[in-house]
């Protein structure tokens, strides 16, 4: 598929996101709303995995945090302001992800992965063995938060078809704010210490930081989608910071592609529409998921994005391993020692 078609079933692709609730009914709906949240959590998690190579078992600390931020802000009695529950509740997370991170980032490798898990699980256990937040029966939000702009309230979170359209527009930011990011100098720092960190810090930069920095932006976005999620179902319980929940949002990076803007929403909407059809199927669907996950990364291990054709470098794509713009790219690492093309001026 040439890069004109691809570009003709995006614009396709988005009207027919546009469009949906004016033709499914109120669980496909929904459905579909849940899985734009998954794109904004496993791009998140794809920034770590696919842009800086930081293997996080422990995402869903943040996920679940900013659900019980706005949970545990929300009065009972009636609803708590949208933009002020949502300001804590990002806030929240980007703070808990500061803070992990700058014990966890001065490990790397297997002792990187197994210290997210161990401050996710240490998470878990604090909400579900204590009576802070409901204990393993979780919390419930009982009015949906009102979005009020100058005492006009445009947006009704409470009608499924508003929040699905509130959800959309956030996980379209989320995708351009990731494009801004990676097309700018910090982006390519990241990439250049994914590919060779002690290169990096040779010539003069402070991986520790921009590492930090970026594991914050990835908790933050993480919160985002955590928030989005707990207002839509409006109970929140600790099953929202387990390990399962991390692995599952990992799945969905691995399945669309790493390194690319597309992979996490490919690998959302897969997995989820895969699910749904083996629940359907038989009692033993995570066996047939499995396999499917299995042998997309036996044979695809660019992902299900690796089917589309390659972009040219500067996208917020990483270029694949055999294309002109990956030679490209590594003649130029080589040439400026190790810094990747955009950033060794700044040296």
Known sequence: MSHRYQQIALLVAIALLLVFPLLGDRFYVQFVT????????ASSLN?????????????????GIAGYIVALYSPEAHAAGFWSSLALSVGGAALLACLIGLLVLRTSGIFFIMATLAFAEMLFYLFHDTS????????????RPILTIGGWVPIDLSNFVHFYYLVLAFA?????LLRVILQSPFGKVIVGIRVNEHRMRSIGFDTFRYKLVCFVIAGALAGLAGYLSAVQFGVVNPEMLG??????????????????????????????????????????????TGVVIVLVALYLPRGLA??????????????????????????????????PAGVQDRV
Do not use: C
């Open 34 to 41: 849940r899985m734009l949240i998954m794109v904004v959590f």
């Open 47 to 63: 920034l770590l995995v696919g842009y800086t190579g930081l293997v996080s078992l422990g995402h869903a600390a943040f996920f």
């Open 132 to 143: 802070i937040a409901g204990g393993s029966d979780g919390i419930y939000i009982n009015e």
């Open 172 to 176: 379209a930011a989320v995708i351009l």
């Open 243 to 288: 390990w399962h929940q991390s692995g599952s949002v990992l799945m969905m990076v691995i399945l669309g592609g790493m390194g690319t803007l597309a992979g996490p929403v490919i690998g959302a909407f897969s997995l989820m529409m895969l699910e749904e059809l083996f629940q359907s199927m038989t009692k033993h669907w995570q066996l047939l």
């Open 306 to 339: 690796g089917l589309l054709p390659a972009r040219p470098a500067g996208n917020g794509e990483l270029p694949s391993a055999g294309s002109s713009a990956s030679r490209s790219a590594s003649s130029n690492t080589a040439s400026t020692g190790g810094a």
